[in-house]
């Protein structure tokens, strides 16, 4: 069975920073594409980066500031969150990607504000 | 790539079908689109991948066509789990990108 397990989530001030991981199990990890999606409150879904075995892709308002990353020994994706902005506050959710999420953890809350 | 679903919101009751469009603002592939299912307080769940295909689990109350810009969710008799949030996804193009989402209620 997939699990999905995201931490590090919590309250930042804007312009801090944030580091989100997600724990995979259950799949061979290192094999997929993986991504984050995340949710403002009450709103919809929206993309934000992927990471497959060999290239990084970013969403624009995020680029340059949000670095994906993946530890394949541990099973682990990341997100690296800098320069946070009030707009950046959302549920994140960690996501096994083929083209389309087939499985979904279930999210750690970021929320930015003073 | 915009996805526009319509209606916002699908008013219906138990035993009735639900039909849920997904216009694209370009034409994607026959096979570039996804379809999820969100409860309140829970992530989304994979119903229909490649326009048409039901994920592992899902019931074949839940069907899914199109092509070109139009596409389409088909719930044919609502069961009380079914309300929920619905959200399209293409991945024609960078970036994917979600609908607004269609909420079916009672």
């Known amino acids: 069975e997939v699990q999905l397990l995201e931490s590090g989530g919590g309250l930042v001030q804007p312009g801090g920073s944030l580091r989100l991981s997600c724990a995979a199990s259950?799949?061979?990890?290192?094999?997929?594409?993986m991504t984050w999606v995340r949710q403002a409150p009450g709103k919809g879904l929206e993309w934000v980066s992927s990471?497959?075995?060999?290239?990084?892709f970013y969403t624009d308002s995020v680029m340059g500031r949000f670095t994906i990353s993946r530890d394949n020994s541990k099973d682990t994706l990341y997100l690296q969150m800098n320069s946070l902005r009030a707009e950046d506050t959302a549920i994140y959710y960690c996501v096994k990607w083929r083209y389309y999420g087939d499985s979904w953890g279930q999210g750690t809350l970021v929320t930015v504000s003073s | 790539t915009v996805l526009t679903q319509s209606p916002g919101t699908l008013s219906l009751s138990p035993g009735e079908g639900a039909t849920l469009s997904c216009w694209a603002s370009r034409s994607l592939c026959s096979s570039c689109l996804a379809w999820y299912q969100q409860k309140p307080g829970q992530a989304p769940r994979l119903l229909i991948y490649n326009t048409s295909s039901r994920a592992t689990g899902i019931p074949d109350r839940f069907s899914g066509s199109g092509s070109g810009t139009d596409f389409t969710l088909t719930i044919s008799r609502l069961e009380p789990e079914d309300f929920a949030v619905y959200y399209c996804q293409q991945y024609y193009s960078l970036p994917r990108t979600f609908g607004q989402g269609t909420k079916v209620e009672i």
């Open positions: 259950g799949f061979t990890f290192s094999s997929h594409t």
């Open positions: 990471i497959s075995v060999a290239d990084t």
